[in-house]
């Protein structure tokens, strides 16, 4: 896929996986809208792709927000013209099993890591829609497919991502000519494993199969470069 001149947004952007991303983007020539609840953090990103020749638009918001959604997808139409790809990858641990987790500590992170992804969906979904083109990757866990002590929240938010990932796909698959959606696990160096991914070659879909023919099974053996 040739990336020059392509448009991301990436939320979570000022540190880990995310900062990681921007770079990657950056060195491939793809502009950005970095999206951070970080204001130090976005800018200090922002300005270092920047200095390096990138580019790129800082927006500092919460994911669980609509507003931040909405400002994101505006800029990136405003600055850029069109919008390519959303990495849905802003995410919040809590260490604790269910009985010690406060409701409202469980209400966060359901509405961070599955909230922040399912606002920013419905934000983009109309806009790649029209564009017929479009390309989503939700940074889910292992934690949301095998579990993972001490994380019930954080697990169930991550498992509920994965199933919000499928939705989507599945229900939008009948834009799969040119829209792709893909389900895939990220690592710390910046490679990608695809878990499910639908659209381009898929027919119309009736709800019932999945839309790829591919099989929801990690691919970790096989991790492939983002860009
Ligand atoms: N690091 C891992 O080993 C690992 C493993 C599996 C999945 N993940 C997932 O990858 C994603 C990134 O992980 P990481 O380790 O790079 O995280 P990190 O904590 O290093 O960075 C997360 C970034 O997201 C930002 N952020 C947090 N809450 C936000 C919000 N509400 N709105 C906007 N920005 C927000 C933080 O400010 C930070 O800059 C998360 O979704 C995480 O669950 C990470």
Redesign the pocket.
């Known amino acids: 896929m040739t990336t020059q001149g392509r448009t991301a947004i990436v939320?979570?952007a000022?540190?880990?996986?995310?900062r990681a991303t921007i770079r990657a983007f950056a060195g491939n020539l793809i502009r950005v809208v970095a999206?951070?609840?970080?204001a130090a953090?976005v800018h200090a990103v922002a300005d270092e792709i920047r200095s390096g020749g990138g580019c790129r638009v800082p927006v500092v918001?919460?994911?669980?927000s609509e507003a931040t959604a909405a400002t994101a997808v505006e800029i990136a139409l405003a600055e850029f013209g069109h919008l390519d790809m959303v990495f849905n990858?802003?995410?919040?641990?809590h260490v604790a099993t269910v009985l010690e987790t406060p409701s409202e500590d469980w209400a966060r992170v359901m509405e961070?890591?599955v909230g922040?992804a399912r606002l920013m969906a419905r934000t983009c979904l109309p806009i790649m829609m029209r564009q017929r083109n479009g390309i989503i990757v939700n940074?889910a866990?292992?934690a949301g497919i095998r579990g993972m002590k001490m994380a019930a929240a954080y697990s169930v938010s991550?498992a509920a991502l994965v199933q919000l990932t499928r939705s989507i796909a599945m229900d939008y698959a009948e834009f799969g000519h040119s829209m792709q959606l893909r389900l895939s696990r990220m690592y710390?160096d910046g490679s990608v494993s695809a878990i499910q991914c639908c659209g381009r070659r898929a027919g119309r879909n009736d709800g019932r199969t999945n839309p790829s023919g591919v099989r929801g099974v990690p691919r970790s053996d096989a991790p492939s470069r983002i860009a």
């Open positions: 939320t979570g000022g540190a880990g996986i995310g999206v951070d609840i970080d953090r918001g919460d994911v669980a990858n802003a995410g919040i641990e961070v890591n922040g940074n866990s292992d991550k710390q």
